[in-house]
């Protein structure tokens, strides 16, 4: 499955993830702790400055971000209509600059380095007992597994649907789709317990 | 904690299992081409649905736990909501609200159906019980979240963000219907709904 890390060698590739993400959250209390026109316009243009340096295509960098921006220009045009045109421009600075600064975190941190953050995270429930730190991975792992074959499902019963001349509807697509699914839990789950990958 | 809760706590690998299922199949409900439902010309995205089947399907537990892989796959970079979607750009949206109330949603789904809906009860009560679980959780609690996170983050305030996204509430509440009956059909055919009532 394709991901949105952006395979490179750039400074922001190098930092450590967990350096990225405070940083990342320092961010985004600094840009809503002010409302001042320069110092967001500034922000807008670091952010601007990192994302576009990552040397993604120009139509992919612009491709991601697009369905997120939309949202906020539709919030802005909310405040430009009841509010006033200095809380709009407010607004699309503040969201904007945190968009590009959470893509470029994305961009630059590949799946793993992102999975031993989350490990780290789930230590103190690892500790009472709740889960096992692996299980983090091995969800991820089921799901990318899984995805292709519950398309490939959803696939054939759509055409199942063909063959007896019957209206494709939800109802009978996402049923069926559901039990088929989750049917093979307990042989996956023999499975996985059979490799010992969670030792319990 | 005390051993003994710990123990009867503990997310067994089966429980693992169906979530990380339940979370593929709303990867996967976000990729199919829309649904276009016969009296209405408007195409629903079912990823919401997804989230609203996960608590009538599996119960809250169960069902929060499948969301919640699916906010993780989100926020560590998979494009894996509707639109290709992703990273943690999602999460800087003034809609995020809305993704974020999904764990909640699920959850207060599969609380209400696990309470309201049994196995021995007729087919238009269960129907009726998820209905009401699902409109609940997948509408008033994702909406709760996602209309105060818009009003905050967005300066539009409360009354503004709530008429905004009233505009969504029709396909919602198609969703729930659909969440419901789906919810009886899967109950009927292979039953995981734990029961509380």
Redo the contacts between chains.
Sequence with gaps: MRTLYVEADTILHRLPPRAKLLALAAASIALFLTRSLPWLGIAVLIGVGLYFSLGLPMREALARLRPIFLTIVVVCLFNLLFNSPADAAVVLLRLTTLMLLAATVTATTSIADFIDEITVLVGPLERIGFLKAADVGLAVGLVIRFVPEILARYAAIREAHTARGLPVRPLTLIAPLIILTLRDADSIAAAIDARGFRRQ | ?N?QN??E??????D??????????I??LG??PP?T??FIPVP?T?QS?GVM?AGV?LGARRGTIAVL?VV??V?????VLS?????????????AGFFIGWIFGAFTTGYLSERLVTASQSGLAQGVGFFVAAFIGGIGVIYLFGITY?AF?????FS?AFL?SLAFIPGDILKTV?AA??GR??MA??P?LPQRA
């Design positions: 904690m051993y710990a123990l706590n503990r997310m067994t690998t089966r693992l299992v169906f979530a990380s299922l339940f979370a593929a199949i990867v996967a990729l199919v649904i439902l016969g629903i079912a649905l089947l399907v892989i993780l796959l926020a560590i970079g998979f494009p639109g290709g979607r992703g990273g943690l750009a999602v999460f800087a949206g003034p809609t818009l983050v967005g300066g539009i305030g503004k905004g659909i009956l789906a059909a899967v055919g292979y995981l």
